[in-house]
């Protein structure tokens, strides 16, 4: 089982740009499907982004669309989030999952319940 970790959190402004990085060690994405998840003080854990190596689909929440975008680089073994015209909304912990047993996003998208490998999240904090 892929062991993840995401990194690349931090504090900036609205309107401001961050680039979430989830490495994978002990395999490699191959064969699955990465999302990314996001938990606010006090609220549950939101799916808000998705990538399927297996047949390159892609998910966003409607909270995000348009404003956050996922990529891949199997070299590297990462799948990014890069997330543009950042809003205080979007101040929360965000965390990278894996699934290999219905790695599309087209039916995963962002529910919890069907990543298999969580890793510790990072924090993103945007002030107004």
């Known amino acids: 089982e892929v062991q993840l970790q995401a990194s690349g959190g931090g504090s900036v402004q609205a309107g401001g740009s961050l680039r979430l990085s989830c490495a994978a060690s002990g395999g490699t994405f191959d064969m699955y499907a990465v999302g990314w998840f996001r938990q606010a003080p006090g609220k549950g854990r939101e799916g808000v982004s998705c990538?399927?190596?297996?047949?390159?689909?892609?998910y966003y929440s409607d909270s995000v669309k348009g404003r956050f975008t996922v990529s891949s680089d199997s070299a590297k073994n990462t799948v990014y989030l890069q997330m543009d015209n950042l809003k205080p909304e979007d101040t929360a912990v965000y965390y990278c999952?894996?699934?290999?047993?219905?790695?599309?996003?087209?039916?995963?998208?962002?529910?919890?319940?069907?990543?298999?490998?969580w890793g510790q999240g990072t924090q993103v904090t945007v002030s107004s």
């Open positions: 999952a894996a699934d290999k047993d219905l790695p599309t996003c087209v039916l995963l998208k962002g529910r919890v319940d069907k990543y298999e490998s």
């Open positions: 990538i399927s190596s297996v047949d390159d689909s892609t």
